[in-house]
T-cell receptor, first 110, second 115 residues
């Protein structure tokens, strides 16, 4: 079945440093979604990418979808303490089923 | 709108007991799904539904049943609880009729412990 790998598992940064998490699927995806989960909370939708090679920006966050629609990345510029949490990618297959990666937990030292 | 609501928030069961986790949404979403999240891991899809009367299995369906008699409600039944089912359970809904191809809105979760 479809597998989605996400690296790194943990990332510790100093406030102001950049952060990147990578997502790789074993199969070609229909689209990919990114979510953020704060400790003790529930996943909150950030963005969806649909097109091959698509790049979207949300303020300091940049999301990319690979040309082969099998990988994606989330890059945060100049992290802030409010960025702490776990970032998940969810690969959506042709049948509409979602497969989540195990997430990257970001901690930011002020 | 209340969004996606889940009850109960916390539950402790003994091995072998059964129970139903409730999930409701008031956004008229067609797609609803159940995930479980174990410590330090991502969300694994248990069951999902693309509309009333239609359900299908996800990645980890064993030990769980679902039904979808209305658009609003999607309960998850644990048939005979086992310690391996200790987890946090999230319900999610989406506008899309083609599965999880649109924004998924998650409920607050149910934290289940099976002794």
């Amino acid at each position: 079945g479809q597998q989605v790998m996400q690296i790194p598992q943990y990332q510790h940064v100093q406030e102001g440093e950049d952060f990147t998490t990578y997502c790789n699927s074993s199969t070609t995806l229909s689209n990919i979604q990114w979510y953020k989960q704060r400790p003790g909370g529930h996943p909150v939708f950030l963005i969806q990418l649909v097109k091959s090679g698509e790049v979207k920006k949300q303020k300091r966050l940049t999301f990319q979808f690979g040309e082969a629609k099998k990988n994606s990345s989330l890059h945060i510029t100049a992290t802030q303490t409010t960025d702490v949490g776990t970032y998940f990618c969810a690969g959506i297959g042709n049948a509409g089923k979602s497969t989540f990666g195990d997430g990257t937990t970001l901690t930011v030292k002020p | 709108n209340a969004g996606v609501t889940q009850t109960p928030k916390f539950q402790v069961l003994k091995t072998g007991q059964s129970m139903t986790l409730q999930c409701a949404q008031d956004m008229n979403h067609e797609y609803m799904s159940w995930y479980r999240q174990d410590p330090g891991m991502g969300l694994r899809l248990i069951h999902y539904s693309v509309g009333a009367g239609i359900t299908d299995q996800g990645e980890v369906p064993n030990g769980y049943n679902v039904s979808r008699s209305t658009t609003e409600d999607f309960p998850l039944r644990l048939l005979s609880a086992a310690p391996s089912q200790t987890s946090v359970y999230f319900c999610a809904s989406s506008y899309s009729t083609a599965g999880a191809t649109d924004t998924q809105y998650f409920g607050p979760g149910t934290r289940l412990t099976v002794l």
